[in-house]
């Protein structure tokens, strides 16, 4: 069986920094994975491009379309195209591969729309068993009411996908009062309430009280800081998706 981590998060969360990051660690680690290329993201990995079968500049100049637009019918191409294409390329990786998939930024692909979903379940089909890795900007944390969107944004991505799921709070490498988002890693239900009843108007407060009973109900209240200065907590990050995708199997991954 092989592995992949489907990074998925909002346009500027760090996911290309993650992804190069994440090959260069596992580089000096002697850790064996590939990272499909999109675009200008990573240089030296040994994956495919996704411009082999389209290109998005060539899509908006062609068709007139802008960037939203051009990237949708280039992610319905892919999807017209998983059978033949997609199954070629994955035909090249064994069985115990590590693959990792930066994807687009817009939140619509994760979020109700199913190219992403359709994607994953071939992954399966192929023996992958698949892991989403959320990002979110730590920046973005400077309020509880950005930190619930936030909440409901990956909850919307992991009930979308259906699969083992990790959140990263990323970039806290450029926090400069790491207090300001220290209280949003792995806060108390009550503590989310209170804050959010204290910024919203009074007549959102049944409004809140829910919100906050759906993401402690589905664990999503817990986030994973990384600094791109520590290559601990690359390994920790690596060992947490780890135990996702053995967590149902008893098994343990090579490399």
Same mark, same amino acid.
């Given at each position: 069986?092989? &592995? ?35 675009? &200008? ?119 979308? $996908? ?11 490498? $450029? ?17 989310? =309430? ?45 060992? =947490?998706?780890?135990?996702? &995708?053995?967590?149902?199997e008893g098994e343990e991954l090579k490399g």
């Amino acid at each position: 069986m092989g &592995y992949a981590q489907l990074v998925i998060g909002p346009a500027g969360s760090g996911k290309s920094t993650y992804c190069s990051s994440l090959y260069r660690h596992c580089e000096t680690m002697q850790r064996s994975i590939h990272i499909p290329t999109r675009d &200008y993201l990573i240089t030296n990995s040994s994956g495919w491009e996704i411009r082999e079968l389209i290109n998005l500049d060539d899509v908006m100049e062609e068709l007139g379309l802008g960037p939203n637009g051009g990237l949708m019918y280039c992610m319905e191409h892919l999807e017209d195209n998983l059978d033949d294409w997609l199954t070629e390329e994955l035909d090249n990786y064994l069985d115990d591969d590590y693959l990792v998939f930066d994807c687009p930024g817009q939140i619509e692909l994760f979020s109700h729309v199913p190219v992403l979903r359709k994607f994953v379940e071939h992954l399966k089909h192929k023996n992958f068993n698949v892991c989403g890795v959320y990002l979110l900007d730590s920046q973005f944390m400077t309020d509880v009411t950005k930190f619930n969107s936030g909440c409901m944004a990956s909850l919307s991505a992991m009930i979308q $996908l259906e699969l083992p799921h990790v959140n990263i709070l990323s970039k806290m490498d $450029l926090v400069t009062n790491k207090r300001d988002v220290e209280d949003f890693l792995n806060p108390e239900p009550q503590f989310l =309430l209170s804050e959010l009843d204290q910024r919203m108007a009074p007549q959102f407060a049944k409004l809140n009280k829910s919100l906050i009973e759906l993401v402690d109900g589905f664990s999503m209240v817990s986030f994973l800081p990384l600094d791109l200065r520590k290559e601990s907590r690359y390994s920790l990050s690596l060992s =947490l998706i780890d135990r996702e &995708y053995t967590a149902d199997e008893g098994e343990e991954l090579k490399g």
